[in-house]
């Protein structure tokens, strides 16, 4: 488009300034204009100049470098003459030591291996004359001091300077090396620069080498910071071996001591150390060896997997392929694998705590021995039991103490015990301390091995020698009676702290560092010039003790406390609510809070729930490139590497939720902080909200089962469609109840938990009368119960058995009673019929599992009580809501009085016999299995090849323990697992973990020891018929005269009549008032004639109307003793 006509017919003026004509046809010129040519043609000049001048440099520099090469090639040929001419005129020891110092400087001034190799010859000339020189004259003083350093650096010149090998001149220059090195002073510097030529020269003969090698030792202990450097590198086992014969362990170890304890070095610098350490010096009890180990192991803790598989790599490759690409979870190749396991020793480990005869400021001897038994402890927790025993039978100086009392006596007067004893409240801040003192640091080492040493003591000590109630047992009590309430205030402090305030000290999780390796040169000699690199975040430790984690003082306090409270359960040592902490939390709104924290912990789990397949699935590892040895692929460190990464996420989500809930971790932890009462009604509290819950807030089983009925009606149930409440429907016959129960519940599983209707049938399946309403379901259960727990000696199935006190726990042989029966009738071992009925009889302890749960769900008492150790397992089994096994329970030999009286006291004369050999054991044990008509004795091995054991008194606790552990735990794990999993479908294990023992059998059974309170019970009696209260108020006269004999009869009687109404002789717990249904009476006419009938199911009593105190009483007592019950009015 044209532009519009602007009235304007003038050319603008175009002015151009860049030189270039402005005509576009005309040619184009690349020369420019005249004034650009001139300036670039300037500048072309100026850069040819330039280059003339440095050329003429260059060729002037290269004249006079070759002309001072050429002139000092002809000065050292002059010098090499004269040297020569010298040498040549005299042969033999030098007239004295200037005319040798004079040589050697002359020497020195052209030595040259590398362009003259007819040096390395005129070296060893030299030094064979100096050596037989300094044996008649004496060459010392300042100037002799520096040549001898310049001698050495000549001769590990020559070293590397050599093409080939060259047996006599290597033997020769390792002879004049080593003799230089014994007149010298070697600063750290130079002994590392030394023992780095040496180790980087290959090829050399051994025994010179030695002596090259040691020389610098005997003349300086300087020289063996340098060599604590060498060893934190990979070091083939030849030079160690070499360096093995004269290394003194004393003055090493003190050289790794004096490095400091900076553990912000490489792992894998500190890991070779450790390893070439132990191989140069092996075994000693030195006390500065033992703290230098330890300190080292210690500080490997958490980077290192000692006990996992070993590679099979020599060290420089091990280190190159490896090490060098691992940041944590080191693992071991077989050289350092070798050596670390020498730490394994039974002799030194028991010999620990020998020689020590008192603890006081000025000896630090109990630290350094405490640190490294519990370094050793935390560095290898397979080996940890052994290494407990070891300490435990170990030597003491002290005859009147235990090894564990040494300890009691050190850990007692240590600074942190008496702070934290003395106020809970300063507790979190002494834990939070990221820079504790060197004290501080020491008295934790103490305490923290003492605690591991008597957690094990209790496991093996019975009561009596814990009670000290004989001269030896007072002897092998570790801590008097009279000191357990120190430690348990101890204990209770620090206990409460780490739950409580668990917060607090995951907030207090150091923060990533740069650092840099501690054994670099760089850092030793002042370059600042070194390359860092950034360390992970590792969660709070216990006064900075690597591996010593919050988590592992956390459950080490943990187990200590339960096992002195389960003691003080039995024994009653200490003072009456001693173990209470009420003063730390405010009372009055507990119970809500911990309802509060168990709803936002639920909602938390369901939250992480979805998450955790994130974690089960997890990204593909791209492997490295290294090679493969057979079976030891370098690829599965790598993948060791990511399974502890997910242990790691696993941790943090498990410490999150330790936060959000500090009460509910009391509880489930260390329950008797709090009364037993309030976590009574805290249970009850979780109880009725998992209802809630569960059937959308209809808590009442009728309202709950008219929602279900309005839903399937509003959904429109289709014809032939089930009932949603059938599932929850049974009949029972009569004398059947637990097959009949089985057959038409087990398939509900949780759902049990809901309510369910139950209609009896008898022998002709003739329904009984009456409607449940919830009576006939405390009917059913009570059956189920009795049924299944019972001991006639008829039944086919005993599920479970009793001890001498008529308590129950699972049956050990069932499975192998099964097994037998099954054969008896043609069926092969491990054909699928009878891998069938395996698993059909572990379902069925699953199911009374459930049943068990139900009562406790519905908060109805049975009558059935259960060995303790049984129980035990239940409160150990805390949790996520399931109990796949008894990993928490640890048998012990006190366990075992409650399941066979005869083999805790056999065990008991073992374990004080003066001679175990007597008894002629071994570590087997025989078994009786089958039925009663087909006995037979298996025998079975407690260790492998355990009939070739005998026992000794080196071995007899091993044996208690294994024996412990076969027959409270192995025995009847099966049965046990399964029996606990039908439990925890129904109630939480983490509720079960609120209580002991012998609490929850009282949440079973009801209150037992405790006197009937008859005026609870009248208070919160119902009456029916003829009985109601009318508006005046007061009680029938036959109620009255009933209420006038329950007064005066004896409790036992009481109890009888509860049993009579109710199926069990208890109360419940938290009084009358929480027993469902409620106690009832009613009238059954005016017949004084007849006796008193019940209705167990619905806890009712059928009551005539006796008008004197004489009958009711003699009727009542004689309905009781004559057993009369349901269905009977």
């Not at 590990?156 to 004049?176: E, G, H, V």
Request: charged share 25%; glycine share 6%; hydrophobic share 35%.
């Amino acid at each position: 488009m044209y532009q519009s006509f602007t009235g304007s017919a003038r050319r603008p003026r175009n002015v151009n300034l860049s030189g270039r004509p402005t005509n576009p046809f005309a040619a184009f010129n690349t020369t420019g204009s005249g004034a650009q040519q001139a300036v670039a043609s300037a500048q072309q000049d100026r850069v040819h100049r330039q280059q003339q001048r440095e050329r003429q440099q260059a060729s002037s520099r290269i004249q006079k470098v070759w002309r001072g090469h050429r002139a000092r090639r002809r000065t050292f040929k002059i010098w090499r003459q004269v040297w020569d001419e010298t040498e040549n005129s005299s042969t033999g020891a030098y007239q004295s030591s200037d005319e040798s110092l004079r040589q050697l400087r002359r020497l020195l001034l052209f030595f040259s291996p590398k362009g003259e190799p007819g040096d390395i010859q005129r070296l060893a000339w030299y030094g064979t004359r100096q050596v037989t020189t300094s044996e008649t004259v004496e060459c010392t003083g300042d100037g002799w001091r520096t040549a001898y350093s310049k001698l050495q650096r000549a001769c590990i010149a020559a070293l590397k300077a050599r093409k080939s090998p060259n047996a006599d001149t290597d033997r020769t220059l390792l002879w004049i090396l080593a003799f230089a090195a014994r007149q010298s002073s070697f600063s750290t510097k130079e002994a590392v620069e030394y023992y780095e030529a040496l180790t980087a020269t290959s090829s050399l003969p051994d025994e010179p080498l030695q002596g090259a090698l040691l020389a610098p030792l005997k003349q300086s202990k300087e020289a063996y910071t340098g060599l604590v450097i060498l060893l934190a590198r990979p070091v083939n086992a030849e030079m160690l071996s070499l360096l093995r014969a004269a290394v003194d362990a004393q003055i090493l170890a003190e050289a790794v001591t004096g490095l400091g304890e900076d553990r912000s070095s490489s792992p894998r610098e500190r890991l070779w150390l450790l390893g070439n350490m132990i191989y140069v010096t092996g075994q000693t009890s030195s006390m500065t060896f033992t703290a230098a180990v330890g300190r080292l192991l210690g500080s490997l803790a958490d980077d290192v997997d000692f006990d996992g598989q070993t590679l099979d790599a020599d060290n420089e490759t091990f280190d190159r392929d490896v090490l060098s690409k691992l940041a944590s979870g080191l693992p071991l190749n077989t050289f350092l694998n070798t050596q670390i396991k020498t730490l394994l020793d039974q002799h030194a480990i028991r010999n620990l705590l020998s020689g020590q005869q008192t603890i006081n400021s000025n000896n630090n001897n109990a630290q350094v021995l405490a640190g490294y038994a519990l370094t050793l402890l935390r560095c290898f927790p397979r080996r940890a039991d052994d290494i407990r025993m070891w300490l435990h039978l170990g030597p003491t100086s002290k005859d009147r103490a235990s090894p564990t009392g040494y300890l009691w006596d050190a850990a007692k007067q240590c600074q942190v015990f008496g702070e934290v004893s003395s106020n809970s409240r300063d507790v979190v801040h002494l834990l939070k301390n990221t820079k504790p003192s060197r004290r501080q640091k020491d008295d934790w080492t103490v305490v923290l091995v003492f605690l591991e040493m008597f957690t094990f003591d209790l496991k093996i000590m019975d009561d009596e020698d814990f009670m000290g109630s004989s001269p030896q047992a007072k002897k092998n009590s570790a801590v008097p009676v009279r000191d357990v309430a120190r430690l348990v205030t101890f204990l209770k402090n620090l206990g409460f702290t780490l739950y409580f305030d668990a917060k607090d000290l995951n907030d207090a999780t150091p923060k990533p560092a740069r650092d840099e390796p501690l054994f670099s040169p760089g850092r030793r000699f002042g370059n600042s010039n070194v390359t860092t690199t950034s360390t992970e975040v590792k969660p709070l430790t216990v006064a900075g003790l690597p591996g010593l984690t919050i988590d592992y003082l956390k459950g080490l306090t943990t187990g200590l406390l339960r096992a002195i409270y389960e003691r003080d359960s039995r024994r009653n040592f200490l003072p009456k609510d001693h173990w209470l902490m009420t003063e730390r939390f405010d009372m009055k709104t507990f119970i809500s809070g911990v309802v509060e924290e168990e709803e936002r912990r639920h909602t938390v789990q369901e939250l992480d729930d979805e998450d955790k397949d994130d974690d089960s699935d997890g990204d593909d590892i791209e492997l490295l490139n290294v090679p493969s040895r057979g079976p030891s692929n370098y690829a599965r460190v790598l993948r060791n590497q990511e399974a502890r990464e997910r242990a790691q996420r696993k941790a943090s989500r498990k410490r999150y939720l330790e936060s959000v809930a500090p009460r509910l971790e009391i509880l489930q932890n260390m329950p008797f902080f709090i009364p037993f009462h309030t976590r009574v009604q805290i249970f009850r509290e979780f109880v009725h909200l998992d209802q809630e819950k569960r059937r959308n807030g209809y808590v009442d089983p009728e309202v709950w089962r008219m929602m279900l009925r309005s839903e399937a009606m509003g959904a429109g149930m289709m014809p032939g469609q089930r009932d949603p409440l059938s599932r929850h429907h049974a009949k029972i016959k009569r004398t059947s109840e637990f097959m009949d129960a089985y057959e038409q519940f087990y398939d509900l599983g949780a759902d049990l938990k809901e309510p369910i209707q139950i209609t009896f049938i008898d022998q002709f399946d003739t329904p009984e009368a009456g409607i449940d309403g919830g009576g006939v379901t405390k009917e059913f259960l009570t059956s189920v119960i009795n049924q299944a727990f019972s001991q006639d000696p008829e039944s086919m199935n005993h599920f479970f058995v009793e001890n001498d006190q008529h308590l129950l726990y699972p049956n050990p042989t069932a499975i192998e009673d099964l097994r037998i029966r099954l054969q008896e009738i043609g069926l092969r071992d491990e054909s699928p019929d009878m891998r069938e009925q395996m698993r059909e009889l572990l379902k069925q302890y699953e199911f009374l599992g459930r049943i068990i749960g139900k009562c406790l769900y519905e908060g109805i008492l049975v009558d059935v009580s259960f060995a303790g150790f049984f129980l035990k397992k239940w409160a150990l089994t805390g949790g996520t809501g399931s109990a796949p096994n008894e990993s928490h329970y640890r048998p012990n030999i006190n366990d075992l009085r409650e399941l066979d009286e005869t083999i805790y006291r056999g065990l008991l004369d073992l374990k004080n016999a003066e001679n175990a050999e007597d008894f002629g054991l071994d570590f087997t044990v025989n078994v009786t299995v089958g039925p009663d008509h087909n006995r037979r004795v298996v025998t079975v091995e407690l260790a492998p090849n355990g009939s070739n054991i005998p026992v000794t008194n080196e071995n007899r606790l091993s044996y208690i323990n294994r024996m412990a552990a076969f027959r409270l735990q192995s025995q009847s794990k099966r049965q046990t697992n399964a029996f606990l999993r039908g439990l925890g479908d129904i109630i939480q294990p983490s509720w079960l973990s609120m209580f002991n023992q012998t609490e929850l059998q009282t949440l079973i059974g009801g209150a037992q020891g405790s006197v009937i309170d008859v005026e609870d019970l009248r208070r919160n009696t119902q009456y029916g018929g003829v009985y109601v209260i009318g508006t005046d108020g007061q009680e029938h006269p036959s109620v009255q005269l009933f209420w006038t004999v329950m007064h005066k009869l004896p409790d036992e009687d009481r109890r009888k009549v509860l049993k009579f109404v109710t199926s069990t002789p208890r109360g419940p717990l938290l009084g009358f008032g929480h027993l469902n249904p409620r106690f009832s009476i009613r009238d059954s006419g005016g017949d004084e004639g007849r006796y008193p009938t019940t209705s167990t199911c619905v806890n009712l009593l059928k009551l005539p109307m006796y008008k004197d105190e004489k009958s009711l009483r003699s009727k009542l007592l004689a309905a009781v003793n004559s057993g009369a019950g349901f269905d009977l009015s």
